[in-house]
């Protein structure tokens, strides 16, 4: 079953089942500074999830485009992709367990075809010390929707991920696996959960290829939870129903919400009983026109995980570039640049000398067509950016090249007499660093010359800095509007004025590409080819300013997309829902601004205060960026 399919397929299943169809969302998040890449189906969804009503009601579902920067290493095996496709349902209290699942049973069983023999499943322990009950309820559900597959479906305890190393499989087919495996949350297991925080348990859906040997590398006993690749989650639905206390305990939500997560591509792997998610048409396309540029197989072990890291990195790096994320050395271009370098890094290892890496766009994008028309009509923006990143590291290779030779004849006039010389790790971190030079790479070049590299001093410099990433990010971060401060909030609406005073000064020309909100100050992205003059900085300032001491108000309204397109700015990087939510600032016939936007925001201008532009610069060919506060 191909990957078009089982999405149509998917959506009008639960279509029937009285859901309204949500177009997928931007890789961007949009006003969310709390993540730098959509990375969930229900990522989207979150302040749905809390009780915020839906303006498209309590029954939802969609096929949502996600990416995860924390697998690019992992990629190089089977199972591991950046870029994915979520298959989500949900119930905003509306339905439970009793209804989802039986129907993503039905699902996977009669309308992907999958033998239910082959599928196993997990369900939440409980936790007697916290107050949260054993999920009876939905292991006695599975136990008959098997029964009537006619599988008597055994129920094992496991607990933790390493005690099932020990139990094994004990012929179940229904397991009971701990808060680790079977509980989620946006924080993760209950312990780590703030107060205030919604949760619930879990309940996955695992699928076996059978011909996998277990490797005992990962311990003597194969179960569901087993990182072996005898198995493969391909989907989990989450119940949740709970809400942290102050004091550590756990009081039932107002409403029970089912959220549900399928890997669409870990479903068509399934369709197809392959283990290996690159034998799936949409990956399979890109590992053929390799093997055809390249003159290699893909199934020699050699050369497979180079395969492997171009067709999903060139695929993940293909998306965010359609939804406007350029290569750079910060945030988000950060990771279009890593994705693009480590793939032409591989691609060299395949000895491809008649084509670069942007030559397979089209081959990546002739699978999503139909699915995602916005990315296919930027194929050629998309081309244009991967070829100019690719001649920039061609020319930094070549210069982290002499800066290597360089430091190796240094080294060597230290200790003329040694028979080895040694790199140490930070000389392999700075190559890196400054000249995005590969591990891999280095060593490539240091066993060459009969040298000796100091991996791990470099994998300590890399944690170093991954450390302070880490921290630098959590303090730029935190408190944004996933919080909903009452500075960020401010923050939110003033972009709107920003938005609506850039038009009126630069032109209509002028369109939103990306905004970052903390409590501290804002920074929005737009299109523009030049820099703002001190005039217009100044002018768009007093606008913004004169807005604010008129004390407008601000209201909303849900309206359907197509009369709300006549009247309100929205992103043409974003897919929206057949009803919208629009905010105006001023009175009818006197509008200010109308957007399309989810909130939250201010009632009236007044209270905003005196706003400030701090900096403005370019991020990108046509894009400016403003960081700007309110005093």
Not at 24 to 53: C, H, R
Not at 192 to 221: L, N, R
Not at 243 to 261: C, H, I, R, T
Not at 539 to 554: G, R
Request: aromatic fraction near 10%; charged fraction near 30%; charge should be negative.
């Amino acid at each position: 079953m191909t990957s078009a399919e089982i999405r149509t397929r998917f959506l009008e299943f639960y279509k029937k089942q009285g859901h309204t169809i949500l177009p997928s969302a931007s890789i961007v998040p949009e006003n969310d500074p709390t993540t730098l890449f959509t990375g969930s189906g229900m990522q989207p969804l979150v302040p749905y999830l809390l009780g915020q009503k839906h303006p498209e009601g309590k029954k939802l579902v969609n096929v949502q485009k996600a990416f995860r920067s924390a697998d690019i290493e992992e990629v190089g095996d089977n199972r591991h992709t950046t870029f994915f496709e979520m298959l989500g349902n949900w119930s905003l209290g509306s339905y439970f367990k009793e209804e989802q699942l039986p129907w993503v049973f039905e699902f996977l069983t009669k309308e992907i075809d999958l033998n239910p023999e082959k599928l196993f499943v997990s369900v939440f322990i409980g936790d007697e010390n916290i107050g949260l009950p054993k999920d009876t309820d939905s292991a006695e559900l599975w136990q008959k929707l098997f029964k009537k597959k006619g599988i008597e479906a055994k129920i094992v305890e496991i607990g933790s991920q390493e005690n099932g190393y020990f139990k094994g499989m004990q012929d179940g087919r229904i397991f009971y696996y701990d808060a680790k495996k079977n509980w989620w949350s946006r924080s993760g297991a209950p312990e780590d959960m703030p107060a205030g925080e919604p949760g619930g348990p879990d309940s996955e859906i695992f699928y076996e290829f059978d011909y996998i040997p277990h490797d005992q590398k990962f311990g003597p006993y194969c179960h569901p939870n087993c990182d072996c690749g005898r198995f493969m989650e391909i989907g989990n639905s989450v119940f949740m129903e709970y809400k942290k206390e102050a004091d550590g305990s756990f009081k039932k939500l107002p409403q029970q919400n089912v959220d549900f997560g399928g890997g669409l591509e870990r479903v068509a792997a399934a369709s197809l009983d392959a283990a290996d998610m690159f034998k799936i048409d949409t990956l399979k396309g890109i590992i053929v026109e390799l093997e055809r540029l390249s003159g290699k197989s893909y199934d020699e072990l050699a050369t497979k995980p180079a395969f492997q890291v171009v067709a999903d990195h060139l695929r993940a790096a293909t998306f965010l570039i359609g939804d406007g994320v350029t290569p750079s050395n910060t945030e988000r271009g950060y990771f279009v640049r890593r994705l693009l370098r480590r793939a032409i890094r591989y691609w060299d290892t395949l000895e491809i000398k008649d084509a670069g890496l942007w030559a397979l766009v089209d081959t990546v994008l002739e699978f999503y067509k139909e699915d995602y028309p916005e990315t296919y009509s930027k194929k050629e923006i998309i081309k244009k950016e991967i070829a100019t990143e690719e001649e920039k590291f061609r020319r930094t290779l070549k210069e982290g090249l002499k800066q290597l030779e360089k430091r190796i004849t240094y080294l060597r006039s230290l200790v003329p007499e040694a028979h080895t010389v040694m790199l140490q790790g930070e000389d392999v971190f700075n190559l890196l660093q400054t000249y995005g030079f590969p591990l891999e790479l280095t060593l490539e070049i240091a066993e060459e010359k009969g040298i000796t590299i100091d991996v791990e001093g470099f994998k300590r410099e890399m944690e170093k800095h991954q450390d302070l990433s880490r921290v630098g990010s959590e303090k730029k971060f935190k408190g944004g509007l996933g919080d909903t401060s009452e500075m960020s909030i401010k923050y939110h609406t003033t972009t709107h004025l920003l938005n609506a005073a850039l038009k009126q000064v630069l032109g209509n020309h002028v369109s939103q590409r990306g905004s970052n909100i903390t409590p501290e100050r804002l920074r929005f992205d737009f299109s523009h080819p030049e820099k703002l003059t001190d005039e217009q900085k100044k002018q768009v300032e007093d606008l913004i300013n004169d807005w604010i001491k008129q004390d407008l108000s601000m209201t909303s309204a849900e309206m359907p997309k197509i009369e709300a397109e006549k009247i309100a700015v929205h992103s043409f990087l974003e897919k929206y829902g057949d009803t919208v939510k629009v905010y105006s600032v001023g009175t009818e016939g006197n509008y200010i601004s109308r957007e399309f936007c989810g909130g939250p925001h201010v009632e009236r201008t007044g209270v905003l205060g005196t706003f400030k532009i701090q900096k403005e610069e370019a991020i990108s060919t046509g894009i400016r960026r403003i960081k700007a506060v309110l005093e």
